[in-house]
């Protein structure tokens, strides 16, 4: 197999709800680098309206579609923004589960990522921009489940979740009307 330009390649997402989206920009990435590790943002956030699911739904939901083929970690929110200290706080939580630096930022939305690096010197990551080839969103997403439009929901997400639906449908419904939270 042919060496792939990238070490470690990352992305960081809340998969609030995972979908066919996210899926895309994660098998383009893993593609290009020899490990991807997926870090599973508001991690310490569940039972929200905006925030659902808990940590190991995400993480189960991610490792249905995509096995062993990438690595899946909790980031909890610092409550600081998207800005350095947010960039600081990432890389260090890379560098703690994976071992190293990453040599590419997976993104999927049209502002700077790298901006986050700003404030470390030297530093050397290449930014992975992946557009939008399917439209859909989360929000979208968790209202079919709240509307109870399982054809929507399904053809937008990967079939080896179909058997979560009643399981995330009612999430949804449960978190309805929640809308503290710890995340910015």
Not at 4 to 29: D, S, W
Not at 46 to 71: A, H
Request: with cysteine.
């Amino acid at each position: 197999m042919e060496a792939r330009p990238f070490e470690l390649g990352i992305m960081v997402g809340r998969f609030q709800t995972f979908h066919a989206g996210h899926e895309y920009m994660v098998n383009k990435a893993a593609a290009i680098c020899e490990r991807m590790a997926v870090f599973i943002g508001s991690s310490q956030e569940s039972g929200t309206q905006k925030n659902p699911y808990d940590y190991s739904t995400r993480e189960r939901m991610l490792r249905k579609v995509f096995g062993d083929r990438v690595e899946i970690y909790p980031l909890p929110d610092i409550g600081v923004g998207n800005n350095s200290k947010w960039g600081d706080y990432v890389l260090e939580s890379v560098r703690r589960c994976c071992g190293r630096t990453p040599d590419l930022l997976v993104s999927g939305k049209e502002e700077r990522r790298l901006s986050w690096f700003d404030s470390v010197e030297g530093l050397s990551i290449a930014e992975l921009y992946v557009p939008k080839v399917i439209e859909i969103s989360a929000t979208q997403l968790r209202g079919y489940l709240l509307d109870g439009d399982r054809e929507s929901w399904q053809s937008y997400t990967d079939p080896k979740l179909w058997d979560e639906y009643e399981t995330l449908r009612s999430a949804v419904i449960a978190a309805q009307g929640n809308t503290e939270t710890a995340s910015l």
